[in-house]
């Protein structure tokens, strides 16, 4: 069993910027794709930003598009979400989740394809 812990939210201004990390309890991000997905009180859970297995393919959210980047460290078994240029709408819950795949897939965007969650960690962005 993996467990994924994720990291780095608070509360920051406008335009400020935060890392998010998520670490996994053993080795395991080499095989895996990894998501941040985000949920407001409200709305539903939305999918941020997706990196595959070999850290060559990245998919983000049209709302986040050059304002987030995701980024994997194997060496670390670590991925973080560098999150930049923050506005009020960016206030979430963030949890990445994970899911062992082969090397050549795509990341998803479907909450449903990924197996392991962290816990989450909240994002506060004021104006």
């Known amino acids: 069993q993996v467990q994924l812990v994720d990291s780095g939210g608070g509360l920051v201004q406008a335009g400020e910027s935060l890392r998010l990390s998520c670490s996994a309890s053993?080795?395991?991000?080499?095989?895996?794709?990894v998501a941040w997905f985000r949920h407001a009180p409200g709305k539903e859970r939305e999918f941020v930003a997706a990196?595959?297995?070999?850290?060559?393919?990245?998919f983000y959210a049209d709302s986040v598009k050059g304002r987030f980047s995701i980024s994997k460290d194997n060496a670390k078994n670590t991925v973080y979400l560098q999150m930049d240029s923050l506005k009020p709408e960016d206030t979430a819950m963030y949890s990445c989740?994970?899911?062992?795949?082969?090397?050549?897939?795509?990341?998803?965007?479907?909450?449903?394809?990924?197996?392991?969650w962290g816990q989450g960690t909240q994002v506060s962005v004021s104006s």
């Open positions: 990196i595959s297995r070999s850290g060559s393919v990245m």
């Open positions: 989740a994970g899911v062992r795949t082969i090397l050549t897939a795509q990341p998803d965007r479907d909450p449903s394809s990924y197996r392991y």
């Open positions: 053993r080795r395991a991000f080499s095989e895996f794709a």
